[in-house]
Nanobody, 116 residues
Framework: QVPLVESGGALVQAGGSLRLSCVVS????????LGWYRQAPGKQRELIAT???????NYADSVKGRFTISRSNAKNTVYLQMNSLKPDDTAVYYC??????????WGQGTQVTVSS
């Protein structure tokens, strides 16, 4: 079983919306806070949204008020609802436990491209 599988990325116009999904292996899902990260071309990967087992959430300032992270315990899935998308949101989006380092397993990610 692949530990992390992201999906839902697409090409979308500025102002549009997308919902990303990430199926997470059971152990990772149950034992850790989970988050969505993104990496834009030429930039480092950054954490943009976190959800804790109790349901509380944190967001980077750049996405606060536009993105919503959620989780389905029944489906071992983490979601990222993205609204009011901007060209600056263009990146490969990944999910993983929080915190995670570059030395740990990362999925393939899902590409989000926002055209102006």
């Amino acid at each position: 079983q692949v530990p992390l599988v992201e999906s839902g990325g697409a090409l979308v116009q500025a102002g549009g919306s997308l919902r990303l999904s990430c199926v997470v292996s059971g152990r990772i899902f149950s034992d850790n806070p989970l988050g969505w990260y993104r990496q834009a071309p030429g930039k480092q990967r950054e954490l943009i949204a976190t959800i804790f087992s109790g349901g509380s959430t944190n967001y980077a300032d750049s996405v606060k008020g536009r993105f919503t992270i959620s989780r389905s315990n029944a489906k071992n899935t983490v979601y990222l609802q993205m609204n009011s998308l901007k060209p600056d949101d263009t990146a490969v989006y990944y999910c993983n436990k929080v915190p995670s380092t570059s030395y740990e397993y990362w999925g393939q990610g899902t590409q989000v491209t926002v055209s102006s």
